[in-house]
């Protein structure tokens, strides 16, 4: 009885191999909206692809991840290419996604939409970093395929407009997986030597096939690189995330050759021109010399150079007379006074200028000798002091007080009763 019974793990696997052997749903086109996308650390990445009225579980394993061009997000309507099977563990079925493209749009569009968003972020299609293309380039280095209408087109170009210029081809390859890396090799590759100028670029071709140059390890090579870029990718209306990085762009491999180096008949032209102009002004300023040398060689300091002399013998000649004039004076005066010096009573009778202040001072030395208090003294009078005071009235003395009495011939000491 208990073999008419099968388990869960049965059944799953039952309904599993049933789904794998219908062919419709070995290889599925599934239509819908992304949500709930996540990506774990294994690399896998979990979803639900959905429309108005039902949804579906959904997986991209690692494996298939990496053909991917673009990073799926919520909310974008895609077609997906896979298969339908049991995911037996939980007994539910679920779309395993092989393939992801944006529903109307391509997968490279999408992957080159959101490349050219990151990069302008980032600033790298800024003008401010746009390097100056040399107009007169000694050298020219060129990465592309070494055989193709792109190389031969560049090379026909620069020898028939500018000859004198040297090229230096960096063959790489231009298409395909591996075409990325060598191109990035090659751009290093050429800054090792005195190039003014590289061309970077093939012919047209398919989105598929121009690829490479909207890869972002190409990108950001172009925008490191020390020397002028000029992208040269063989379309004209659409662009390669390498147009946007390099310092120049150009619709055309010969296009990027015309704008790489001058037409030589042109510069030759120019030259002539500038050369005219030279002479021109060569000779207006010759001329104007010519003027201004005749207009100088007509002065009066040339045709008689010695009047610079005359005027300022002249004027030496006026300060000799006015020196020696002064001098005449000074001598004159000083003779005056020392004749007054030597006529001057000081000098004739010297005694006659002291006798009036000697007279004076006599006078009051007597002055003097009738007010000495000594003469008083010599007369028979005394003076009383206490202390170093003269005692001038009784009034100024009390019982009791020490007195000192001076004579003309000696000082006796007494009391007060």
Known sequence: MDDEYLTVSQINAYINKKLKMDVNLRNIYIRGEISNYKTYPSGHSYFTLKDKNSQISAVMFKGNKRFLKFEPKNGMKVIIKGKIEVYEKNGYYQLYATRITEDGIGELHIAFEQLKKKLEKEGLFDDAHKKEIPKYPKKIGVVTAQTGAAIRDIITTIKRRYPKCEILVFSTLVQGD????????????????????????????????????????????????????????????????????????????????????????????????????????????????????ENISQKQIFKNPESIYEIKEMNLDHLINKLAFASKNIISENKNKLFKLENSIVLKNPKEITKPKRDAYLRNIEKLEILNPLLTLKRGYTIAKTGDKVISSAKDVKTGDKLDIEFDDGTINTQVI
């Not at 004209?236 to 015309?258: G, H, K, Q, Y």
């Open 178 to 293: 591996m075409a990325a890396p060598q191109i990035v090799r090659q751009i290093r590759h050429a800054q090792e030597f005195d190039i003014d100028t590289l061309i970077v670029g093939r012919g047209g071709g398919s989105i598929e096939d121009l690829w490479p140059f909207n890869e972002e390890i190409v990108a950001r090579e172009i925008y490191n690189c020390r020397i002028p870029v000029i992208s040269a990718v063989g379309h004209e209306i659409d662009f390669t995330i390498s147009d946007f990085v390099a310092d120049l762009r150009a619709a055309t491999p010969t296009a990027a050759a015309e704008r790489a180096v001058p037409q030589l008949s042109e510069v030759t032209f120019k030259i002539s021109q500038l050369n005219k102009r030279l002479n021109k002004t060569i000779e207006t300023k010759i001329q104007h010399n010519k003027v201004k040398l």
